[in-house]
């Protein structure tokens, strides 16, 4: 009777691992020690990302046995060259990118650039030279 007095319980642990995405999507499926599906992705504040089938990802395990799951992220690929501390780039498909630098510029690089909605230079509205 008294051992069981001594015996502390187990705290629940949190545990990290790296997976392989085998279903891609907001709700994906990883393969880490065994597949678990339908784990939501988390991100960034403002930052929507589905990762796409085979990417690795960090999935975080918490709570008691560590099945509750998410996927929080992916190992970034090597940064642009010339990047500095505390600049930001996004990087999409087929070499899409969004590039926010310190000295205030901004990089778009895609096949084609939409903008929707009204557009500015230098505060004053654009209006298109049909020359």
């Known amino acids: ?17 790296v997976g392989l995405t085998t279903i ?9 020690r065994g597949e678990v599906r339908d784990l939501p992705v988390y991100g960034p504040g403002g930052f929507v990302w589905m990762p796409e089938s085979g990417a690795n990802v960090l999935v975080i395990k918490g709570g008691p046995g560590g099945e509750e799951q998410c996927v929080a992220g992916m190992k970034q690929t090597d940064p642009p060259a010339g990047m500095l501390p505390g600049e930001i780039c996004l990087l999409g ?14 990089e778009l690089r895609g096949d084609s650039v939409d903008i929707w909605g009204r557009l500015t230079i230098n505060g004053q509205p654009y209006r298109p030279c049909y020359c």
């Open 93 to 106: 498909p087929g070499g899409n990118s969004v590039f926010l630098r310190r000295d205030g510029s901004l």
């Open 1 to 17: 009777m008294w051992i069981s007095k001594q015996v502390k319980p187990v705290l629940p642990a949190t545990d990290a691992d």
């Open 24 to 32: 891609a999507g907001d709700r994906v499926g990883v393969v880490t």
